[in-house]
């Protein structure tokens, strides 16, 4: 399973409710974040080695994951090579010929294998919860959807729940043409109006405190619905209010507040690390709207060819800024961040960055 998504709206929350779950029915779990810049060969391989550890101590396992743990060795030693960042110790020597190929398709799979036949003979699962998965290099993609893929012809009781923005989908389907069909890839978006209101009032309602049918709408309307944007602007809404009922008024004298943190907190962050032609590109998005957009109406607003932009674009793709829903189309990975770019880069003085 693969949940897509934009940013803010529970992915994360979501992936480790149910890597709770997995660990509360005795399943063995990975925890990785991909971050940018970093091998999936290197976040793997400690989190394996623990859990095989834990395998070797099992009556049932322990020659399972011995054995897997030589794969482990021959795995990180061989492809040592190419990814430079695998850092990992050696409990046992590696075994010749076993996962120590050097072609990470081949030997992920191998390895996976390894760590499935010691958590069949366990009686368990290993469960890999990886999330910011788009971050992850395409052909590392492949060679993980291919090991899980063999997994599964196998039988073998190792699988993955990841998370990561939408144009996720897209990328494990150009990586591997049968990941739509080995994988579920479920939506999480906003939440429906009845599901955001209950968000904002049952808490609310624990803590022996009402809050006006007006106040809730209007944060509804406010945050669109998103989870994280709902936080913060019942955290402001609660702190601003002197009494219950929390009414309207609280809600609207909240909201800078709620802006602000959101300013700072979610939108700054992703802000300071654009360059300024990147900044620039986006401002363009977001004097056209929400979106999504067209790239030629997007050049046209800077006065580029779309052919002109095109680096421009896939370095704020490659860095979770944008996505392409359709072909040509450009849309912001950030909800409301259009609305944050006119805060932030206010009248038309973005227009002559670069001049």
Same mark, same amino acid.
């Given at each position: 399973m693969i949940l897509v998504g934009l940013r803010g709206v529970g992915k994360t929350v979501l992936l480790d409710q149910m890597r709770r779950d997995a660990e509360a029915n005795g399943l063995q779990t990975v925890r990785i974040e991909a971050p940018e810049n970093r091998s999936l060969p290197a976040l793997l391989a400690p989190s394996l080695r623990l859990i095989l550890l834990h395998l070797s101590k099992k009556e049932a396992a322990k020659d399972y994951a011995v054995r897997a743990l030589r794969a482990l060795a021959g795995f990180a030693s061989k492809l040592k090579l190419a990814y430079h960042d695998i850092e990992v110790g050696l409990d046992y020597d590696p075994e010749p010929g076993l996962a120590d190929n050097g072609d990470l398709e081949l030997d992920l799979g191998t390895l996976l294998m390894q760590v499935g036949m010691a958590a069949k003979a366990d009686g368990t699962a290993v469960i890999l919860f990886i999330d910011e998965l788009q971050y992850v290099e395409e052909a590392q993609i492949a060679a993980l959807v291919a090991a899980l893929h063999r997994c599964a012809q196998e039988q073998l009781p190792v699988t993955i729940v990841g998370a990561g923005l939408p144009q996720l989908r897209a990328r494990m389907g150009e990586a591997k043409s049968y990941a739509e069909r080995l994988f579920d890839f479920p939506e999480i978006g906003p939440l429906s109006k009845a599901d955001a209101r209950d968000a904002i009032v049952r808490? +609310? =309602?624990? =803590?022996? @405190? %009402? &809050? =006006? *049918?007006? +106040? @809730?709408?209007? &944060? @509804? =309307? %406010? #945050? %669109?619905?998103?989870?994280?944007f709902l936080q913060e602007w019942g955290k402001h809404a609660w702190d601003v209010a002197p009494a219950s009922p929390i009414r309207n008024e609280d809600v609207v004298n909240a909201s800078d507040e709620a802006v602000a943190a959101l300013d700072e907190s979610f939108f700054r962050v992703r802000f300071d690390r654009l360059t300024p032609t990147e900044k620039k590109y986006l401002r363009a998005m977001a004097e056209l709207g929400p979106g999504p957009h067209r790239s030629g109406d997007i050049a046209e607003m800077l006065g580029r060819k779309v052919s002109s932009l095109g680096? #421009?674009? *896939?370095?704020? &793709? +490659? %860095?979770?800024?944008i996505w392409s829903p359709t072909h040509g189309d450009t849309e912001f990975t950030v909800p409301l961040f259009d609305e944050f770019m006119k805060r932030i880069m206010p009248g038309d003085e973005w227009t002559r960055i670069g001049e």
């Open positions: 808490p +609310a =309602e624990n =803590e022996e @405190v %009402k &809050i =006006e *049918a007006p +106040a @809730v709408d209007l &944060i @509804v =309307e %406010k #945050t %669109k619905g998103y989870p994280y680096p #421009t674009r *896939a370095g704020l &793709i +490659a %860095k979770g800024m």
